[in-house]
Every structure is written in structure tokens, then in C-alpha cells.
């Protein structure tokens, strides 16, 4: 590919202005490719659209959590969301100006070239480098957009998102909020984008691409010694170092049953404490399912897998609150879509996504109540000074 032969069209996502400038450009430059920043599987759900072909839009919830995909379906949904709820407030849908191009690209008879990394190794990448205080800090900045984000929607100019002084901006405060993310969603893509456009056999390219993404693309092919190897950005790697969180909550489930078999060894009658760690397990499971929505069977479900749960820790009770809630709550792509007209707290409560999910959190934090405070104060403290004579 010749450098100079390259148009690199920086465009914001949800912006008519950006359509009709990809469109232009195609049409009058007529190039042997366009690339577009779309990978395989949001190509083909596009021109699905774009054909009138109906899917099936069930999404397997039940899979998600069986997978504990959790964490990556919730940001996934955050982030759909809020690109969704600018679209609907500008009357553009998501993804427009990709359209543009793609309709542009088949009236002339010109290939298309997918360019970028699948989002599923994107953001499993982002996920995995984050440490749960940047996951935290994360989540909440997503949710509050979502919550806040009405405040000022009359003071929104997509185009001004494309000046290149406001990006920077931007991407700066991005970067401090979380740097593990800022790092995966645009360096890493930056120089994903630009690997697959230097890699292009063809010399005249018009390239597509979200506005972010502009500048660092140009940096990398001003400067292809500094490209990476592309296979070394597609592989999803696990967070490297001692997992302290994760051998700390193993450890809580198995210093009680230590604290049970040494009671139990010392003579100590344990057939009440067992009971009472049952019963407060189960209740707390139950309530915290109930609390958050759940349907009774639900709910009792949580409740009967409680116990177990606490003792395994590889087990949530939550998956399985959930994973009964998903069967009387079928969910669908458009429950995502719908996400972006929330008005008002009637309207997520009547969300499929937000209530499965609600019902695995609530569950869960009902259940590390009872591992975290109530067990310890009612069973295996009184139980422990027993032991020692205390």
C-alpha cells in the first residue's frame, strides 16, 4: 500500500454529518478498497440490517453465567448502551457512517476489507488487565453516564467530539479514570487498525474509522518498524501475578470447615452450629434473591444452594438464582437496544438484562453478608473460643 494514496476518515460513530462525508469520499475518489473498522461478526449482524433479515435475537444469559462471563456481558451492555442512547437523542443510529460506507463500496462494485480486532478479544483483553479497583472505578463511571447522561443532552456536538484538541481531551481523562482500558480499546486497536491497513495489498485505500482512533493509526504508519506483531494482540491472555483476592475468599470457606472438624475432634457437639450455618446461609441466599426481584422459585433456589456455595469456592449461588431466572426471563438483543430508551427506573425494572442480572448480584451479596458478618459472629467465632477454651 502506498502512504500516499491513504485517506484516513476520522468519524464519530453516531454522527449524519460522518455519513455523508464517507459516502463523498468513495464516490469521488472511487478507490480500489475500503476499509472499514468493523470485525466479521458485527459486519454480518449489519448487513443483516441492512438486507431486513430478522434473527433470532435470543441471547443466552444462561450461558453467559455458566461461562462467568458476568463482568464482560455487563460492560459489553454498558457500552452499547450508551453509544445507543446517543444515537436515539441525535436520531443516528450506531454504526450509520459503516453503513454509508459499506452501500457506497457495493454501488461501485469495490471490495471491503474488515479491519478490526473482534470485540470479544478486545474487551476480555481490558477486563483481564484491570485490577478491581480500576474494574470498579470503571463500572461506575459507565453506570453513572447512564444515569446522568440526560443532564446535558442539549449540549452534545458530535462533530466538536471529532476535533482533534477535544480528543485529546477526552482520551486523557479516559486514560486517568482507567489507564488498563484506555490502553486495550486505543492503543492496542490503534495499532491493530493500522497493522491490518499497512497489510493491505492494494495501494489506494479509504479507511473508515472511529475519530479516536485517527491520529494513533497515522503515528503507527508514519512509523511501521513500530507496528507489533498482530497475532501477539489477538491473544487473550490471563492476568499474570498472585491472585490475593481469589485465595483469600478460597480461604474463608476452608477455614470453616477447619473450624468445624477441629470443634468436632475436640469433642465439641457441632450439630447446632451445623444447623444454624444452614438455616442463616439459606435465609440469607433466599433474601437477598427476593430483594432484588427475583421469582420465588428463584429465590428458593438460591437459597438451597447457599450452603454449598459458601463451602466451594469456585460456586456462586448467584449463577444459580440466575440461571433459574433466565428461564422465565428470555432475553433479547432488543432488550439491549431498549436500554438506550430508560427513561425512568419503572422503565430498567421491566429490562430483562438488568433484572437477571440484579437477581445474580442480589443473591450473591446476600450470600457474603452471611459469609462475611452474620456466620462468623453467630457460628465460628463463638464456636472457635469454644475449641481454645475462650
Not at 448487513?47 to 433479515?53: A, D, E, F, P, R
Not at 443466552?60 to 451492555?77: A, W
Not at 475519530?211 to 518498524?225: F, M, S, T, V
Request: proline letters at 4%.
Amino acid at each position: 500500500m502506498k502512504r500516499e494514496c491513504l485517506t484516513i476518515i476520522g468519524t464519530a460513530h453516531v454522527s449524519e454529518e460522518s455519513v455523508n462525508e464517507v459516502k463523498d469520499a468513495i464516490y469521488e475518489q472511487h478507490p480500489e478498497v475500503v476499509a472499514i473498522e468493523l470485525d466479521r461478526g458485527r459486519y454480518v449482524r449489519l448487513k443483516q440490517q441492512m438486507m431486513g433479515i430478522e434473527q433470532d435475537d435470543t441471547i443466552s444469559v444462561s450461558k453467559i453465567i455458566k461461562e462467568n462471563k458476568v463482568g464482560l456481558f455487563l460492560t459489553t451492555t454498558l457500552l452499547s448502551y450508551f453509544q445507543s442512547k446517543i444515537g436515539a437523542d441525535l436520531d443516528v443510529a450506531p454504526g450509520s457512517e459503516m453503513v454509508g460506507a459499506i452501500e457506497a463500496s457495493e454501488d461501485l462494485g469495490i471490495p471491503i476489507a474488515l479491519i478490526d480486532r473482534d470485540i470479544n478479544i478486545t474487551l476480555q483483553r481490558a477486563l483481564n488487565k484491570m485490577g478491581f479497583i480500576e474494574k470498579s472505578k470503571f463500572l461506575v463511571s459507565l453506570i453513572a453516564s447512564v444515569f446522568g447522561f440526560g443532564e446535558d443532552e442539549e449540549d452534545i456536538d458530535v462533530e466538536e467530539l471529532k476535533n482533534p484538541e477535544n480528543l485529546d481531551e477526552l482520551m486523557e481523562m479516559f486514560k486517568d479514570e482507567a489507564p488498563s482500558v484506555h490502553e486495550v480499546l486505543v492503543h492496542e486497536r490503534d495499532a491493530y487498525l493500522a497493522g491490518r491497513i499497512n497489510g493491505l495489498p492494494q495501494d489506494h485505500v479509504i479507511a473508515v474509522v472511529g475519530a479516536g482512533h485517527k491520529p494513533g493509526i497515522e503515528r503507527y504508519l508514519d512509523n511501521p518498524e513500530t507496528l507489533p506483531d498482530l497475532r501477539e494482540l489477538e491473544v487473550i491472555n490471563e492476568k499474570k501475578g498472585i491472585p490475593w483476592a481469589k485465595i483469600l475468599l478460597a480461604m474463608i470457606p476452608i477455614l470453616f470447615v477447619v473450624i468445624f472438624f477441629l470443634a468436632y475432634f475436640s469433642g465439641i457437639n457441632i450439630t447446632w452450629n451445623v444447623y444454624e450455618f444452614i438455616v442463616i446461609s439459606m435465609i440469607m441466599g433466599f433474601i437477598g434473591s427476593i430483594l432484588s426481584g427475583s421469582k420465588l422459585i428463584s429465590a428458593i433456589v438460591g437459597g438451597l444452594v447457599a450452603p454449598l456455595t459458601i463451602i466451594h469456592p469456585l460456586l456462586a449461588a448467584g449463577w444459580f438464582s440466575g440461571l433459574t431466572e433466565a428461564k422465565f426471563r428470555k432475553v433479547r438483543q432488543s432488550d439491549i437496544k431498549n436500554l438506550s430508551k430508560i427513561e425512568s427506573f419503572r422503565d430498567l425494572w421491566n429490562n430483562n438484562i438488568f433484572r437477571i442480572l440484579l437477581v445474580v448480584i442480589g443473591t450473591n451479596l446476600g450470600v457474603s453478608i452471611a459469609t462475611l458478618v452474620i456466620l462468623p459472629s453467630k457460628v465460628f467465632i463463638p464456636l472457635f473460643m469454644k475449641i481454645f477454651g475462650g
